[in-house]
């Protein structure tokens, strides 16, 4: 196998915590990524479930693993705490995968730390299995995020409100440093450290900044523009992270830490999952300002840096948060016009009319409580010219209420002025609107037969599904149905 590196470990000592998971009782493996693993440049060949369950639960380290704990701080709900850090997680180091790029393997619920904070530095096998579940569907969706590597269970049990069995998820991302990180030294006014932390980010992320004439505002204006196409991305899926403080947002550009998350079903713009978001800070709508808001705070840390000149420094770096509006924008209608069918090409007042189009569009879903994934979906069949006559009675009946004629019309009429080539743009729209994804219904079904009957056969059924969420899967289509009234998930909790 591979041997890991860890070249955050080479940072100062103030930057982390030296120490080794805590062994657990009986591991046991629930899954490995082998297609993960294998981009990775891990062979797992050879290894029986038991020695992988050790190395997938802190019992036996991975090859060159250097285990550490992370510092970092961060707003949570828009209050600052300086001190969390990695309180249940042990950051075992690096590989290269097959691309050449540097990606770190982390053990999550894998035992206490420093920064735990009081907690037991553990995790249940619930959120476990929704991390994994998440992580790989965004994936296979097509959007950045960490990744799961594998699942074990403990042998042990974690107690929160009632007894439940504990677990560990291992997850890959090409790094695990957020705002909070540099917030963490910004509060304690450790300058030399955001100078380290802001190099060793760019040496690993973003070395095109490095020849800027302004390394740190480049920097800077590479996590706004990284961000800005990451939310973009959830939103024209009906995604809601639930918890975008700042220590929830790496400066990777990866969706990290799934912990309240879920899909919307009906289309609602202020939809809220979370059960500890109680004023809808991170609300659907509110998700774009969240994480501008986030990054002001970014480019607060790294003033010093960007130019000696306070005033100055201020000047740049709010010009350069203040462009996320634009990026944002620009992203997401991109992405609508794509699910829409449309080349997204033209002059400033196509652009308008085909924003105005969207807005018209979700007006109606929300009129009529449309389900945001079915919604889209239904379009590819209106749009394909190979189907019968009828074939927008889908989106007829789910938009039922508004006035569905005027819209299709102006819709349809847009497509014919198109750039594009009308015969294969329902394919196009198929790659641009899943069939599938991971439902809160489903997710919590999973989750019960887990943990209330020892039964992954249902994770293993859900996850096969997911990994092609924009193929046509007849045998699974009870995975697209909307939730009944018994089964509706209306609130989701953080894994701690």
């Not at 949570?76 to 969390?84: M, S, T």
Request: proline share 5%.
């Amino acid at each position: 196998m591979t041997a890991l590196s860890n070249s955050y470990a080479r940072l100062p000592e103030h930057f982390f915590a030296r120490l080794e998971p805590s062994p657990v009782a009986q591991p046991r493996l629930i899954r490995v990524n082998r297609l993960l693993a294998a981009d990775l440049g891990l062979d797992l060949e050879g290894f029986d479930d038991d020695t992988l369950a050790g190395f997938f639960s802190g019992n036996r380290p991975l090859p060159g693993a250097e285990a550490i704990a992370t510092a970092y701080a961060g707003h949570q709900f828009g209050h600052f705490v300086p001190r969390l850090g990695d309180g249940r997680a042990h950051l075992l180091g690096e590989v290269r995968d097959r691309h050449g790029m540097r990606r770190e393997i982390q053990l999550k619920g894998s035992g206490r730390t420093p920064f735990s904070r009081g907690g037991d530095g553990r995790a249940a096998l619930g959120p476990v299995l929704r991390e994994y579940l998440l992580s790989e569907s965004m994936h296979a969706l097509g959007v950045s995020t960490t990744r799961a590597l594998a699942a074990v269970t403990s042998g042990e049990q974690v107690f929160r409100e009632t007894a439940l069995p504990g677990a560990i998820v291992t997850r890959v991302a090409a790094s695990h440093i957020r705002v909070g990180t540099f917030q963490y030294f910004a509060a304690r006014e450790d300058l030399e450290a955001i100078r380290r932390l802001a190099d060793y980010v760019i040496d690993r992320l973003y070395p095109e900044a490095e020849t800027a004439e302004r390394p740190y505002l480049a920097l800077l204006h590479a996590v706004i523009g990284r961000q800005a196409a990451l939310v973009a991305s959830w939103m024209q899926l009906g995604f809601i992270h639930g918890v975008m403080n700042t220590d929830n947002m790496a400066v990777s550009g990866e969706t990290i830490d799934f912990g309240p998350c879920a899909f919307m079903d009906a289309y609602h713009p202020d939809t809220v999952f979370s059960s500890i978001d109680q004023n809808g800070r991170y609300a659907y709508s509110n998700q774009a300002p969240a994480a501008q808001w986030n990054l002001a705070r970014f480019a607060e840390t790294l003033l010093p840096l960007i130019d000696p000149d306070s005033d100055k420094a201020n000047e740049l770096a709010t010009e350069a948060v203040t462009s996320f509006s634009a990026l944002f924008a620009r992203h997401w209608l991109r992405a609508m016009q794509r699910k829409l069918g449309l080349t997204g090409t033209g002059t400033d007042t196509d652009q308008a009319a085909d924003q105005e189009l969207v807005m018209e569009l979700l007006q109606l879903m929300q009129l009529a409580e449309a389900d945001y994934t079915l919604t889209f979906r239904a379009l590819c069949d209106a749009a394909d010219a190979a189907l019968p006559a009828d074939s927008d009675v889908g989106i007829r009946t789910l938009l039922q209420g508004g006035n569905v004629d005027a819209w299709l019309g102006r819709w349809k009429a847009r497509q014919a002025n198109d750039a594009g080539q009308a015969c294969d743009r329902a394919s196009r729209m198929r790659q641009a609107n899943p069939a599938f994804i991971p439902r809160n219904h489903r997710v919590q079904q999973v989750i019960t037969a887990a943990v209330e009957r020892d039964d992954l056969s249902m994770f293993a059924e859900m996850l096969g599904v997911l990994s092609r969420p924009y193929d046509d899967q007849a045998a699974h289509e009870s995975y697209t149905l909307t939730p009944r009234p018994d089964e509706r998930v209306l609130r989701t909790f953080c894994g701690t």
